[in-house]
T-cell receptor, first 116, second 114 residues
Framework: NAGVTQTPKFQVLKTGQSMTLQCAQDMNHEYMSWYRQDPGMGLRLIHYSVGAGITDQGEVPNGYNVSRSTTEDFPLRLLSAAPSQTSVYFC???????????????FGDGTRLSIL | ELKVEQNPLFLSMQEGKNYTIYCNYSTTSDRLYWYRQDPGKSLESLFVLLSNGAVKQEGRLMASLDTKARLSTLHITAAVHDLSATYFCAVVLNSGGSNYKLTFGKGTLLTVNP
């Protein structure tokens, strides 16, 4: 099983450039989310989606856009990259969290992004 | 705003010893997760705790949840080197309707020395 697939694995950008981090899952999960991980900060939620066509902001959404046109894909767009966005980005997915379901999120391998 | 605090943030222990990692959270929640992360790798789910008093065990790790105290513990028994990793707790906050947000602690870097 592929699980959660993130591309690219590594990327270097110049300040002001734009790019899209791709995330795809093949588990028919409703819930998808993007996190960034910085040293000593744990993982911080950027944006999340509870289903196709529905997205919402997390803790640190500024400078990032998302869309969810299909259940499988949840791309993260950096509109104008800044050095402060240098980080490791993780995409995750899970079944719905409503009711008594408590399935954990499945994480991709991460994208290591450097902004010069 | 939900805050999740782990302590200690750094833990160096000898093989064979026992220790506990603590996870406190600031807002009512009945869903807590523990994850493990090896250096340069992704996160791996360890435990899902869904109710007050829940206890889960896997090998040398045991996790528990006290929703009244807003506290979860991850207990390590007779540590071995292979347990060296960063451990995160994460708490779910229902922000309304079907909108659930997962908030992570900063992680505990565990090093098990021979």
């Amino acid at each position: 099983n592929a699980g959660v697939t993130q591309t690219p694995k590594f990327q270097v950008l110049k300040t002001g450039q734009s790019m899209t981090l791709q995330c795809a899952q093949d588990m028919n999960h409703e819930y998808m989310s993007w996190y960034r991980q910085d040293p000593g900060m744990g993982l911080r939620l950027i944006h999340y989606s509870v289903g196709a066509g529905i997205t919402d902001q997390g803790e640190v959404p500024n400078g990032y856009n998302v869309s969810r046109s299909t259940t499988e894909d949840f791309p993260l767009r950096l509109l104008s990259a800044a050095p402060s966005q240098t980080s490791v980005y993780f995409c995750a997915s899970s079944y719905s969290w409503t009711g008594t379901k408590g399935q954990p999120q499945h994480f991709g391998d991460g994208t290591r992004l450097s902004i010069l | 705003e939900l805050k999740v605090e782990q302590n200690p943030l750094f833990l160096s222990m000898q093989e064979g010893k026992n220790y506990t990692i603590y996870c406190n959270y600031s807002t009512t929640s009945d869903r807590l997760y523990w994850y493990r992360q090896d250096p340069g790798k992704s996160l791996e789910s360890l435990f899902v705790l869904l109710s007050n008093g829940a206890v889960k065990q896997e090998g040398r790790l045991m996790a528990s949840l006290d929703t009244k105290a807003r506290l979860s513990t991850l207990h390590i028994t007779a540590a071995v080197h292979d347990l060296s990793a960063t451990y995160f707790c994460a708490v779910v906050l229902n922000s309304g309707g079907s909108n659930y947000k997962l908030t992570f602690g900063k992680g505990t870097l565990l090093t098990v020395n021979p």
